[in-house]
């Protein structure tokens, strides 16, 4: 049982376990490429979803670099921000946004280089562009939405087209200098 009574199942511990990257290679821990067909036929119960979390090796992401997770059928983008994608988030004066946030908001103290936020655009949840090397980035440099055209900036805030919204960031805290554990 965890802290809250729920029992751990195998399904739970395995979906815990899984990390997929967009690249194609795993990163983190091992099983995670045999478990992940197996975790969706099963279809875990809701309860055991709402209890994955997922801890993630981030030291083979470089900078300037961008992967995508699943966690709980959702994609989560994480990217190690440069130096000069920092800088471009920081100037933006926040009152000219649309969804007004910094990215010290949007980010951990001492780590403002690692963006993390659902792959899933505000407008009408289609997955952005962006988290796979040379994919399009849109007109902010961050991410771009397909779909209907909406461009992110570099802390994933909404800058043009429909989308309401920034990229939500998720539940997260880093359990090492360079592991986070999502959810
Ligand atoms: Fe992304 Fe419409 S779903 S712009």
Redesign the pocket.
Request: aromatic share 0%; net charge neutral; glycine share 24%.
């Given at each position: 049982e965890d802290t809250t009574g729920h029992p751990i199942t195998d399904e739970g511990v395995r979906r815990r376990d899984f990390i997929h990257v967009a690249t194609g290679a795993f990163v983190g821990v091992g099983a995670a490429a045999a478990a992940w067909p197996l975790v969706d036929q099963m279809n875990p119960s809701a309860d055991v979803l709402a209890l994955a979390s997922i801890e993630v090796d981030l030291a083979p992401v470089a900078v300037g670099q961008a992967i995508k997770l699943n966690w709980r059928g959702k994609p989560v983008f994480v990217r190690n921000l440069t130096p000069t994608e920092i800088a471009e988030a920081n100037k933006v004066p926040v009152s000219d946004l649309r969804d007004p946030q910094t990215l010290a908001e949007r980010t951990k103290e001492g780590k403002a280089n690692w963006l993390i936020t659902l792959g899933v655009?505000t407008?009408?949840?289609?997955v952005p562009l962006g988290a796979a090397e040379g994919e399009n980035r849109g007109d902010y440099g961050g991410y771009f939405?397909p779909?209907?055209?909406?461009h992110y900036d570099t802390a994933a805030r909404i800058r043009k087209?429909?989308?309401p919204k920034n990229l939500e960031v998720p539940e997260y805290a880093f359990t090492s200098d360079t592991r986070v554990q999502i959810g």
């Open positions: 655009c407008h009408l949840g289609c939405c779909c209907h055209g909406s087209g429909p989308a």
